[in-house]
């Protein structure tokens, strides 16, 4: 059986204002083949944007098993995964935990594929990172945004 390539998953979040309208971008890519998405919200968060822009690129992945370099300017996202952050949030019940809707349907995603997440910095020129952010912006400047439901101001306030 041919084996199958690595899937690089570039991505992206950005919010005018925090909170504020807000989008996410993500740039699959898998050998010669690329796909791009994105999509806004009328009132969000950078970091949830973030963590849903590698949230909807993992959901538009149909290889069960598949090997996904994740690629991040979100030290958010990044180490909640890498540093294991997430796996205490859980043990914990979710307590004093943000975007905890989001990061339940990362769990459920998680387990599909073999994971690896890499740290780039933001705006210093890496051309998918800066295409992803391209995105988001484009996104969050369009009319007629949805309410991102699963946010609340009191997401604001917890530790």
Request: glycine share 12%.
């Amino acid at each position: 059986m041919k084996q199958r390539p690595v899937i690089h998953l570039y991505t992206d979040g950005a919010a005018s204002g925090n909170p504020g309208p807000g989008g996410w971008g993500a740039v699959l890519i898998c050998g010669d083949l690329r796909k791009e998405m994105s999509g806004g919200y009328s009132l969000t968060t950078n970091n949830r944007m973030e963590l849903l822009a590698v949230i909807r690129g993992l959901e538009a992945i149909r290889w069960e098993g598949a090997e996904v370099e994740v690629w991040s300017d979100s030290s958010y996202v990044v180490d909640s995964v890498s540093k294991g952050w997430l796996d205490s949030w859980i043990a914990r019940g979710w307590k004093k935990t943000k975007n905890v809707d989001l990061w339940m349907r990362f769990v459920e995603l998680r387990g599909h594929f073999r994971l690896h997440f890499n740290w780039l910095k933001g705006h210093a020129g890496h051309p998918e990172n800066e295409r992803c952010d391209s995105l988001a912006v484009a996104a969050y400047h369009m009319s007629g945004l949805p309410q991102d439901e699963g946010y609340t101001v009191t997401d604001t306030k917890l530790i």
